[in-house]
């Protein structure tokens, strides 16, 4: 099993819908959750941080399941520019060890 | 402007000729790292260095090394590459390993 798993997608949505992604982890001593979003053939860059109360950040919620080892990423009224690969990082439980999983690529239409 | 700055961005070379990427950051991160990242296999950890002077392997040192001579810089070191090693690589780092890490634009090597 990966340390890290995603569904690839790819998700084609149109504007304005709302798209969920999950990111599972196999890891139970896992501390610290992530998702970076990166565009095509461009650096990722961090998203936002999963806390284990949740969070919001405008359209974008994060949610962390310890007892399914999953955290998932909301998106609200999607928009053209939203299109990217996200990347779910989970830290392996030591401070140095980080894990990318592979991601998901998500489309928004007209 | 705070940012991870690589080179080269784009390197054909042939297998067996040393190649070096530079990799600098003006930010004062005490982290750095070095990933590749291949078609459905993800970003990959190569290897990474908590501070001057340390540096350790991540998940696929095979055929790389690394130096940490000063905070900033962190370059990374084929020997004697191979076409197994085209890929492209990242540069990242970060204040104290919070997982906020910052990356460089990526450098596109291809070893022929």
């Known amino acids: 099993r990966k340390e890290v798993e995603q569904d690839p997608g790819p998700f084609n949505v149109p504007e304005g819908a709302t798209v969920a992604f999950n990111c599972t982890y196999s890891?139970?001593?896992?501390?610290?959750f992530f998702w970076y979003r990166q565009d095509c053939r461009k650096e990722p860059k961090l998203l936002m941080s999963?806390?284990?109360s949740g969070n919001e950040d405008g359209r974008f919620t994060a949610q962390l399941n310890r007892a399914s080892q999953y955290i998932s990423l909301l998106i609200r009224d999607s928009k053209l520019s939203d299109s990217a690969t996200y990347l779910c990082?989970?830290?392996?439980?030591?401070?140095?060890?980080?894990?990318f999983g592979t991601g998901t690529r998500l489309q928004v239409t007209l | 402007e705070a940012q991870v700055t690589q080179n080269p961005r784009y390197l054909i070379t042939v297998t067996g000729k040393k190649l070096t990427v530079t990799c600098s950051q003006n930010?004062?991160?005490?982290?750095m790292s070095w990933y590749r990242q291949d078609p459905g296999l993800g970003l990959r950890q190569i290897y990474y260095?908590?501070?001057?002077?340390?540096?350790d392997k991540g998940d696929v040192p095979e055929g790389y090394k690394v130096s940490r001579k000063e905070k900033r810089n962190f370059p990374l070191i084929l020997e004697s590459p191979s076409p197994n090693q085209t890929s492209l690589y990242f540069c990242?780092?970060?204040?104290?390993?919070?997982?906020?890490?910052?990356f460089g634009e990526g450098s596109r090597l291809t070893v022929l």
């Open positions: 990242a780092s970060s204040l104290s390993f919070t997982g906020e890490l910052f």
């Open positions: 890891n139970s001593a896992s501390q610290s």
């Open positions: 999963v806390y284990s």
């Open positions: 990082v989970v830290n392996g439980g030591t401070a140095s060890k980080l894990t």
């Open positions: 930010m004062n991160h005490e982290y």
């Open positions: 260095s908590m501070n001057v002077e340390v540096t």
